[in-house]
């Protein structure tokens, strides 16, 4: 069976932080770093999330609803993770 390996904590604090430095005045927060914040939430609490991430905790805790029910989560397209996001193993 196939299983997808979840980010850890410091990898998407890494990626909000490149995201931060790289950014153009305004820009929204990628989908796929909305995606990474909520994978996070079978670890982490949705506040400790929004801190550690730097992030609204209502837009934290709407996005991780969101993705608990797989739904579309929001956001500028325009990013995509690394492919060390998307490693997947076997088990």
Same mark, same amino acid.
């Given at each position: 069976m196939l299983?997808?390996?979840q980010p850890t904590l410091e990898e998407v604090q890494q990626l909000f932080e490149?995201?931060?430095r790289n950014k153009r005045r305004r820009d929204r927060i990628p989908a796929?770093?909305?995606e990474a914040a909520a994978s996070l939430s079978g670890q982490h609490s949705a506040n400790k999330i929004s801190k550690l991430l730097r992030l609204n #905790?209502?837009?934290v805790r709407d996005c991780i609803g969101a993705h608990k029910q797989?739904?579309?989560i929001q956001g500028n397209e325009q990013l995509k993770l690394p492919k060390t996001l #998307?490693?997947?193993i076997l088990k």
């Open positions: 299983q997808k390996l490149e995201w931060r796929a770093l909305w #905790h209502t837009a797989g739904e579309e #998307h490693i997947y």
